[in-house]
């Protein structure tokens, strides 16, 4: 019998794969394994597939559908090849906490990026609104008028106030999301708090991760009982930029698109070239000066 399904956990051998409210444990077949080289995992949580179930009711993974968008992250032991953390999102979501730990701009502008780079849909979630005093609250107010002007979704939460768990709970229903954030910023307490029933599974992954060295690298999609899914991704702290040459990392800046076509060179790195449009934009105060700087530490990041 032939159905279609999402993958929602992989460890390498063994896929779930959810079918119609069903969970079966799929084998993939070797075949799939040399299609792509420079790719670890043939299969990813999100991936779209059909399966045949065999008489021992396991699964055999017969097709891959194609992707909409994934999140690459680079294998843990290759440097060259690229992992799939995750297929088919709808929406990427940095979160970062006002304080305890402190808002990282340099770990917003990288996850944007990447999700730039990879057609991912992205936002930003400022939790722990709760703790901010005076001169966090001017912080705060600065980055989401920047964040915004880019287009980006910003939202202010606090675990403590439901209203705001509320509203970003509406933009996870019936989607697919990925939450990415230093550890410590909240990330499984807000998802406690959009769904409570989860709790016990939250336990139950942040445990297996710190025994397992090769369960760290799986991300597992969470489901919520608005009818969307979180994709939870032990072990992944930041998105190191993969597969981005220099000269194109300010395609990735949507504020330098416009200054960069000024630029006298074609393939300028607006580092600290003459007659860079990018430089001049950035001098006249178009371009916010933490963005520049994000901007040219993720160049040397990638230019090494
Ligand atoms: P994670 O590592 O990103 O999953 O972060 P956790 O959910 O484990 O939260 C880390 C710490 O921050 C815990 O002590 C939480 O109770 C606390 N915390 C989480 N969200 C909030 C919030 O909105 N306000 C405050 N004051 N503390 C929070
Ligand atoms: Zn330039």
Redesign the pocket.
């Given at each position: 019998m032939m159905r279609t399904g999402t993958v929602i956990q992989s460890t390498g051998k063994w896929y779930k794969v959810a079918s119609d409210d069903e969970i079966i444990d799929c084998r993939l077949p070797g075949k799939f394994r040399l299609h792509e080289a420079n790719v670890t995992n043939p299969v990813a949580v999100g991936d779209k597939v059909d399966i045949t179930i065999g008489s021992d009711d396991t699964g055999s993974i017969t097709k891959i559908h194609p992707r909409e968008n994934y999140i690459p992250r680079h294998a843990v032991r290759h440097k060259h090849t690229e992992q799939i953390l995750v297929a088919n999102v709808d929406r990427g979501w940095v979160?970062q906490s006002v304080r305890?730990p402190r808002i990282k701009t340099g770990f917003i502008d990288r996850f944007l990026v990447t999700c730039e780079a990879y057609e991912i849909n992205a936002g930003i979630v400022f939790?722990?609104t709760?703790?901010a005093k005076q001169k966090d609250k001017a912080l705060l107010d600065n980055l989401t008028e920047l964040y915004r002007g880019l287009q980006y979704d910003v939202l202010h939460?606090?675990?403590?106030e439901p209203e705001t768990i509320k509203s970003l709970e509406d933009k996870l229903a019936r989607k697919m999301s990925v939450f990415i954030?230093q550890?410590?910023?909240?990330?499984?307490?807000?998802i406690n708090a959009i769904d409570s029933e989860l709790n016990l599974r939250v336990g139950e992954i942040s445990k297996s991760t710190k025994k397992g060295k090769h369960t760290t690298t799986f991300a597992r999609l969470l489901t919520l009982s608005n009818g969307g899914y979180i994709v939870d991704t032990p072990g992944i702290r930041e998105l190191s930029v993969v597969n981005i040459e220099p000269y194109e990392l300010s395609l990735y800046f949507p504020e330098m698109l416009e200054p960069r076509e000024d630029c006298r060179f074609y393939n300028c790195t607006h580092s600290h070239e003459p007659g860079c449009g990018v430089i001049e934009a950035f001098e006249n105060g178009d371009i916010h000066p933490e963005r520049y700087q994000s901007y040219l530490s993720i160049l040397e990041e990638i230019e090494e």
């Open positions: 979160v305890n939790n722990k709760d703790l939460t606090s675990v403590f954030g550890s410590g910023v909240g990330k499984t307490s807000i």
